[in-house]
């Protein structure tokens, strides 16, 4: 199918969602980068785009469609008519698909991205906040082995983009010093995921600007700076 799809993205785990999916699903689309260290993501410009300032955004033509959620329901909506990573609309296993969609999006998106922010990214230190946050990370990834300890996939017996949104955060806990191994069918699930090839060519939209070894340096960087900050909270 005939489409003129723009991909705005940076490399974060809801940018990964967007271009994952995209190359899952086969589809020829054009990168637009930003830098979100640098706010473009801000500028008026974009804000036509997507009025919370945030990545990804897709533009199919002149429409728009903005949050990574969004973003994955409308491409397998339109262009995976033979369900290669979706099910029948109003199927069980839609919703099924549908509710583990949320789950990431309602759950360990937000909690993840707090934990990452007190963690490596905060200027004061909040050892309750830390903890708060990975403790309910984690807590999260366990519901997530409560199937997958049984399952290969969270909904049905596909590799779906429920799979694909909860993977593109995942896969980053170890960036907290979360052992994956801590939940064995979570992290089978997770190197079955990063072995496929659509999965490969999305985590490299954009190109990385950082080899694995240098962001994990990064993040060690970026922890032991708050890490050695005093604890601010009140007690």
Known sequence: MANNLTLYTWGTPNGHKASITLEELGLTYKTEKLNIMTDIQKEPWFLEINPNGRIPAIKDGDLRVFESGAIMLYLVDKYDKDHKISYPHGS???????????????????????????????????????????????????????????????????????????????????????????????????????????VQRGLNVPPPTRTPEETKAAWAGMRNRVASMENTDKH
């Open 92 to 198: 069980d296993l839609y919703y099924e698909m549908v509710s583990w969609l949320m789950f990431q999006m309602g759950g360990i998106g937000p909690m993840q991205g707090q934990a990452n922010h007190f963690v490596a990214f905060a200027k004061a230190r909040s050892d309750y906040a830390i903890e708060r946050y990975v403790t309910e990370t984690k807590r999260l990834y366990s519901v997530l082995e409560i199937r997958l300890s049984s399952h290969d996939w969270l909904a049905g017996d596909k590799f779906t983009l429920a799979d694909i949104a909860n993977f593109s955060w995942v896969r980053a806990g170890p960036n907290l010093l979360i052992d994956l191994g801590e939940w064995p069918g979570v992290q089978k699930w997770v190197d079955r995921i990063a072995a496929r090839e659509g």
